[in-house]
Each structure stands twice: as structure tokens, then as C-alpha cells.
């Protein structure tokens, strides 16, 4: 028998412990493989483009079970996401207390929305891993160690807590965190959490701050320099954690109604304030984006060339256009104007004309995409435009309200009338379900109808049409609500833990169609371009003048015709260029000058200039209202309609008074009573 030098005896300990340290890897590697990264299909990823794909992925989906559509709780979490299909996702949300400080989205007061409530502040992460998913999701399957001896020690001190042997709680300083027993430490060779799967793929993730909510201490943190600091120290703490910049979700800085407070115009310095002073603390190398509304009157107040100088993406709501509160059964995500919508401005194209007219740099306007859908009950038969049916409702998180939501077919405490896409393929999509489906080809969405019913929804027509906009527009990319509002799943669920499971086929047909057209460079038939030449933008006339307004338009075939508006207000037209309208005896007052072009396709572009007469004098516009029929009235098919409007005029006749049915004229009648 052979023996062993002493010398050979420890080189043979050490290669045996390298050894053993090289399984350990390749066993750590082969681990987080098998949990490391679903394929949902689609023929292209986020490596084949230059767009960004940014992902909402929130804390309380994984809840939901089979009464929202899933397998059963712990679906909707990190695990089943397909990686190569987004370039950031944050983790949403994270609330605002009363101190300026930051808390877990679980921690939010439930009564937040009475008078006078207000939110304490609270632990950032909430470390009960038995009553939360903030641990599951953001650092994996999780061991809860109960007794702390030598071995649990050390591991813990491995994870940045901080213990002692037999004792009975834990702090964690990078978090700023304490508490006692359990130890919420990561499992060895267990699931990876968010963070570490996220960076595995190349992928970023941000820390979004407010949402609905939560935001109700955001204008006050932003205007008063204590509460200021404590914000942005827990930002730095998100960042220590391992993520890749801020996400502001302020719903909404300025004189605007939120969910529970009505902010004011001194709103947008601060948020200015806020964004330099979080740049300052977490450096260049970091991402600061916000969630802001697509709501045209609520951009005005931005200095948008100083938050391009220190934000990276301005991620527009591009939907919530219609919702529970609207009077119409309208668009939840219209690309488009459409005929008869209740606010004629809610649409992505206006959204850009706005933000464009303002001077936001188109490389840093991402758009948002839902992957879900908004139901109302209607006053009758259902179908666009109809008018909707409200009723007393008292709902988290807003509390008592009065909304046409949709609760029979997408029922509340598991949808309240908003469901995911995947849940609407399940529910009225498929084969003998009851619905309708109809596309409005102005608009270029779908949506579904039964009985008394409206949804309005993204499926992937519209998404191929919404990528096509980004495409065309040059944007930086899109925002998506949620990542998990298209996910479909089948087979087995491998099980990491008591919470987290995966999923050996999950599909997700909207971001794969996103990817896809991004990809491409796909703009299938590009619009028209316009532009008004005169008058200039921000020309000031007297009252009485005449406005000579002028625009040139091209497309890759030709242009039908040139449409000039006063707002919504059609002026006129012309069929051929040189494309002009001259606008007479303006009376004083602000007006937004629109021309629209239209190519042979009926595709449309618009250029928009502001302007400003000023004085006395000019011709007053005439005023009408419709008397007959009402609101919302019902007939039935084969009816006649009589139709009846009064005008008047203050200082000349009424000339005629024209009835359309949305954009085709009825006819019209040039005496009273007008009908």
C-alpha cells in the first residue's frame, strides 16, 4: 500500500478541496439553470432591437389563484417571466409615509382614502415572509431559519445580517432593518430572487415608487427639504440593495385630483428638485424614470428640458383613457382619435403632440402598453360611445365611489372590472362564450361586447399597431402593465419553497408580438407628414384679423387631403397643395390650430401651433346644443331619428346647422327649428 507524504498530503487536501469547491459551483450553476429563465415562445428578443421593453412586475399579483384565471397562487412572480423580452423591469410599489421615508407596498394604509388619514412610516421591505411576497420575489426562495447556531451564523453574516448565536432577532443594515426570529435568509441553491435573475439576463431593475395609491405624501416630501432627505436616503438604500435606479410613479404633480389629494402648481419645481437631488445621490451610472400621465393639460408644467438633463425615460400612462368613472363606453388604449370619444384628446397620437409641441425629446418617451383590459356596464345595449350606468361602489384602493366598472363579468376583489389579457382569452375569447369582438378601425383597437356590457382591451392586432407607432415616431420603446397580464400557463409547476413555482410552458403572446415588430422595424403603411407652416407657433393676432393658415404634407404614395380644426373644431379642408385655410374675423381668445393629413389609406398625421388674439371685436362663434335625443336614449333597429338642436348667434345669423353621425355628414337645415 501506498502512504502519503506529509507534502503530498495536504496538495492532495487541497485539490480535493477545490474540487469540491468547483461541484459546488457547477451544482450552483445547474440550480439556478433550472429556475433561472422560462422561453414564452415568439421569434424575437429585446437582443435584436434598440427599443426598450420596460415590465411592471408588482408585489401582490402572486396572490392571485384560480378565480383570476391562474394555476393557483405563486404564478405570478418573477420565476415564469421570460427575461430576454424585457430591458428593465420595476418592482412595484414602494409608498411614500408621511416623514418622507419609504415603505413596502404592503404596509399601505387600507384607509388611506378617508379625510384626514395619513401614511405612517413603515419597514422597506416587509420581512414577514409567511404575510408577504416582497421577500420571495425580491431575493428568492427564502430559508426562515428559527434558531441561530454557528452554521446559521454564518450564513447569515454572509447575507449582511447581523446575528448572534442562540439569539432571538436579526438586523440587516443595508436594509436598515431589524426584527426577531424568523431570519429571512436566502436559501442555499435555492430559486434566485428578482435582483440576482434579473442581472443574470442582462436585464435592470428599478425600485417604482408611489402608484395610485400611495402617493399622497409625495408633494409635500418633495417641498420641504427634511422629509426631502429621508426620501432620497432610502433611495440610496434600494440602491445599496442591488437596484438599478428610481422609478417616480407621482400620480400626479400639479393642480390635479389624485386618488386622495389635489396637488398644486408648485409641484413641478419640486419634482425638478427632487429628480436633481436623486441624481445627485445615486450617481450617473443609475436610472431615474417616472410614470407620468398621458393626459395632455397635466404636461404643460414640466421643464422638460432640464428633466431630460438628469431623467433617462419619461414612461407615459398611455391608457386608463376610459375607465369605471367615464360617462361613455370608450377606448381604454386608443392609438387614435375616434369618432364621438368623450374627451377627444385621450389617444396616444395627442399624447405625442403634446409632448412633441413641448419639446420632450422623442428618445426618451417610452409609451405604455396594457396587457389588460377595462370593463363598463352600459345603458342599454352595448357598443362604443354608449353611455355608461354608475352605481355606489366602496372598493380598495380607493374606498367609496361611483363607477360603471364591470363586477358581473371581471368580479371585484379579484378584477374589479380591469382584467389581464389572459383572463379575457379565458372568459370571452373563447369558443360560445357570449361576446362580440369588434375592431374600430379609427382608433386601431378591439373590443368585446355582450348584452349590457362593454370591454375595451390590447390583443396582439393592436399591440402590432402600437409597436408600429413607436417604430414610426422614433420613440425609445414602451412600458408594460403588468408582465404578467399576458402570461398563459400549462404543464407541470416545479415547486422552490412554499411559495415560488415554475412553470414548464408559459407562453406570453403580447410581448412576443412587441419584440417581434421591434425587431422588424415593422411600420407597416408609415402615416403622412405634416406640418403647419403658418401662422408661427406662439403668433399673436388682433381680434377681427384673418388667419391665413398654411401646411405642407407629403407620404410615400400620396395625400387624400389636409383637414384644418380650431381644436376639435372642423374649419375646413383642401384637396390639393399648396394646403392652406383661411380662418376670418378670429374673435379674442387662446386657440389650437390643427392640420391633419390623411394618405390614400386613410392613415393620419397632425401638426399643431398655438396661437393668441387679443383685443375686442371678431366674430363670436355660434352656439348649439342637440335637444332631441337625449343623452344616451335607446331606439330600435329600423326606428327613425328625429334629430333637433337649438343655435343662436351674438352678433350675426346662424347660416345653417349640419348633423353628422361621427365624421359623415346627415344633412343639414339652414332654418329654425333646426332638425
Not at 392 to 403: F, L, N, R, S, Y
Not at 545 to 553: F, L, V
Request: hydrophobic share 35%; with cysteine; proline share 5%.
Amino acid at each position: 500500500m501506498k502512504t502519503l507524504t506529509p507534502s503530498a498530503f495536504y496538495k492532495w487536501k487541497h485539490y480535493q478541496i477545490q474540487l469540491r469547491q468547483l461541484c459546488v459551483v457547477i451544482c450552483l450553476i445547474i440550480t439556478s439553470s433550472l429556475v433561472a429563465q422560462v422561453s414564452t415562445g415568439g421569434n424575437a428578443t429585446t437582443s435584436q432591437h434598440q427599443k426598450q421593453v420596460i415590465g411592471y412586475i408588482t408585489n401582490w399579483d402572486a396572490w392571485k389563484s384560480t378565480t383570476a384565471g391562474v394555476p393557483s397562487p405563486g404564478a405570478l412572480t418573477h420565476l415564469n417571466i421570460d427575461y430576454s423580452k424585457y430591458t428593465i423591469l420595476n418592482y412595484s410599489f414602494f409608498g411614500v409615509a408621511k416623514d418622507g421615508s419609504l415603505h413596502s407596498g404592503d404596509l399601505r394604509n387600507k384607509n388611506i382614502y378617508q379625510q384626514g388619514a395619513v401614511q405612517e412610516p413603515g419597514d422597506i421591505f416587509y420581512t414577514d415572509v409567511y404575510s408577504s411576497w416582497d421577500m420571495h420575489i425580491l431575493f428568492g426562495e427564502i430559508d426562515p431559519v428559527q434558531y441561530i447556531n454557528a452554521e446559521a451564523k454564518t450564513r447569515a453574516e454572509a447575507q449582511g445580517f447581523v446575528v448572534e448565536i442562540g439569539g432571538s432577532t436579526w438586523s440587516q443594515p443595508t436594509w436598515g432593518l431589524s426584527g426577531g426570529l424568523p431570519v429571512p435568509l436566502h436559501k442555499e441553491n435555492g430559486a434566485p430572487g428578482l435582483i440576482e435573475l434579473a442581472h443574470q439576463k442582462g436585464v435592470k431593475v428599478m425600485a417604482s415608487i408611489g402608484g395610485w395609491s400611495m402617493c399622497k405624501h409625495f408633494p409635500e416630501m418633495a417641498a420641504d427639504p427634511v422629509k426631502r432627505a429621508k426620501f432620497i436616503a432610502d433611495c440610496k438604500k434600494l440602491i445599496a440593495v442591488g437596484f438599478d435606479g428610481i422609478d417616480l410613479d407621482w400620480e400626479y404633480p400639479g393642480p390635479y385630483s389624485g386618488m386622495n389629494f389635489t396637488g398644486s402648481q408648485a409641484d413641478f419645481a419640486n419634482f425638478e428638485t427632487l429628480v436633481q437631488e436623486i441624481r445627485n445621490a445615486i450617481g450617473p451610472n443609475k436610472l431615474i424614470t417616472a410614470a407620468m400621465s398621458a393626459d395632455p393639460k397635466k404636461l404643460d408644467g414640466f421643464n422638460w428640458s432640464k428633466l431630460a438633463n438628469t431623467m433617462d425615460y419619461f414612461n407615459m400612462m398611455t391608457y386608463d383613457f376610459a375607465r369605471g368613472f367615464s360617462n361613455k363606453a370608450n377606448h381604454n388604449a386608443p392609438v387614435y382619435p375616434y369618432a364621438g370619444a368623450e374627451a377627444s384628446n385621450f389617444n396616444w397620437e395627442s399624447t405625442l403632440q403634446q409632448l412633441t409641441s413641448m419639446g420632450v425629446p422623442k428618445n426618451k418617451i417610452c409609451f405604455g402598453a396594457p396587457f389588460y383590459g377595462r370593463g363598463v356596464v352600459t345603458n342599454g345595449p352595448a357598443d362604443l360611445n354608449v353611455a355608461t350606468v354608475k352605481r355606489a361602489e366602496t372598493v380598495q384602493p380607493d374606498g367609496p365611489i361611483q363607477t360603471a366598472a364591470d363586477f358581473t363579468n371581471w368580479p371585484r376583489d379579484v378584477y374589479d372590472g380591469t382584467p389581464n389579457y389572459f383572463f379575457i382569452k379565458q372568459k370571452a375569447l373563447s369558443p360560445n362564450s357570449g361576446w362580440t369582438k369588434k375592431w374600430d378601425n379609427e382608433a386601431k383597437v378591439p373590443y368585446l361586447i355582450k348584452d349590457n356590457y362593454f370591454l375595451s382591451y390590447d390583443d396582439e392586432e393592436s399591440i402590432a399597431k402600437k409597436a408600429k407607432f413607436i417604430n414610426i415616431n422614433n420613440l425609445a420603446g414602451t412600458i408594460v402593465w403588468t408582465v404578467f397580464g399576458d402570461l398563459e400557463f400549462s404543464g407541470s409547476a416545479q415547486s422552490f419553497g412554499p411559495k415560488l413555482k415554475r412553470w414548464s410552458n408559459v407562453k406570453s403572446p403580447l410581448v412576443n408580438k412587441m419584440n417581434e415588430l421591434f425587431a422588424s422595424g415593422g411600420t407597416g403603411n408609415p402615416p403622412p407628414t405634416v406640418s403647419i407652416t403658418s401662422p408661427a407657433q406662439g403668433a399673436t393676432f388682433t381680434a377681427g384679423a384673418n388667419i391665413s393658415i398654411t401646411a405642407n404634407a407629403s407620404d410615400n404614395i400620396s395625400v387624400a387631403r389636409v383637414e384644418f380644426y380650431n381644436g376639435s373644431a372642423l374649419l375646413g379642408e383642401d384637396l390639393n397643395a399648396p394646403y392652406s385655410y383661411n380662418w376670418t374675423n378670429i374673435s379674442a381668445g387662446s386657440y389650437t390650430i390643427v392640420a391633419k393629413a390623411y394618405d390614400n389609406e386613410g392613415t393620419s398625421a397632425t401638426s399643431t401651433v398655438k396661437v393668441s388674439v387679443t383685443g375686442t371685436g371678431g366674430n363670436e362663434l355660434p352656439k348649439v346644443s342637440i335637444t332631441s335625443p337625449a343623452e344616451g336614449a335607446t331606439f330600435t333597429a329600423g326606428s327613425n331619428i328625429m334629430v333637433s338642436a337649438n343655435a343662436s348667434d351674438t352678433d350675426g345669423t346662424i347660416s345653417r346647422v349640419e348633423f353628422y353621425n361621427g365624421n359623415a355628414m346627415l344633412g343639414e337645415d339652414s332654418a329654425a327649428p333646426h332638425n
